[in-house]
Nanobody, 118 residues
Framework: QVQLVESGGGFVQAGGSLRLACVAS????????MAWYRQPPGKGREKIAT???????TYADSAKGRFTISRDNPKNTVYLEMNDLNPADTGLYYC????????????WGPGTQVTVSS
């Protein structure tokens, strides 16, 4: 089973930036369509950015123009560059396979906490 470890979160003021990273185990990473998910306090996970194995990218409306997703297949890593952060971006950030139905995902990494103060 692939293991995922997210990092790069922290506490920032509104308008600040963070770069998240997620490292996957195994040698199949390059075959997966990947996504970043966010779980705000007291709410469920929401998908905010995707990058497929061919490099195609999509963003949730809340991320467009501020976030940039990228991947480095030789390093088994997917990144999320986040700029102009605001308090609504606060939450636990996870990476995982890009799926429509999150119930299909049975294993999550520990996530990385992002806290944005106003």
């Amino acid at each position: 089973q692939v293991q995922l470890v997210e990092s790069g979160g922290g506490f920032v003021q509104a308008g600040g930036s963070l770069r998240l990273a997620c490292v996957a185990s195994g040698n199949m990473f390059k075959l997966y369509n990947m996504a970043w998910y966010r779980q705000p306090p007291g709410k469920g996970r929401e998908k905010i950015a995707t990058i497929n194995r061919d490099g195609g990218i999509t963003y949730a409306d809340s991320a467009k123009g501020r976030f940039t997703i990228s991947r480095d297949n030789p390093k088994n890593t997917v990144y999320l560059e986040m700029n102009d952060l605001n308090p609504a971006d606060t939450g636990l950030y996870y990476c995982n396979a890009d799926v429509t139905d999150l119930s299909r995902i049975t294993s999550w990494g520990p996530g990385t906490q992002v806290t944005v103060s106003s």
